[in-house]
């Protein structure tokens, strides 16, 4: 026996969900479980089966922070600072231009 894991995905634009798992002696046999068992109500337009053995997992070392590279993270705070001081300028030397001109 083989152990699946069920993927289902509605129709439209979203995604691959996980709805499951089932074992089977092979793949057909996995097919035609996961149809009586996840989607005789309609719950997905699209099925996906993945045998569990073809799985590649990541490992919490594999998974662990990077802390030899420095990574950014940008919430957009530094270009908006950096936006605002420009407007600050640009509306400085405006104002100055338009002093010099009277």
Not at 50 to 55: K, L, P
Not at 69 to 74: I, L
Request: no cysteine; glycine share 6%; net charge neutral.
């Amino acid at each position: 026996m083989k152990t699946y894991e069920v993927f289902l995905k509605k129709a439209g634009k979203d995604e691959f969900r996980h709805a499951g798992a089932l074992d089977a002696p092979d793949d057909d046999m996995a097919r035609l479980l996961a149809r009586e068992s996840y989607v005789r109500r309609g719950e997905g337009a699209q099925m996906w089966l993945v045998a569990r053995s073809n799985i590649i997992e990541g490992d919490e070392e594999f998974l662990s922070p990077n802390f030899d590279k420095p990574h950014r993270h940008n919430d957009g705070s530094n270009i908006a600072a950096r936006r605002k001081r420009k407007r600050a300028e640009t509306d400085q030397s405006q104002t100055n231009s338009s002093e010099t001109n009277l």
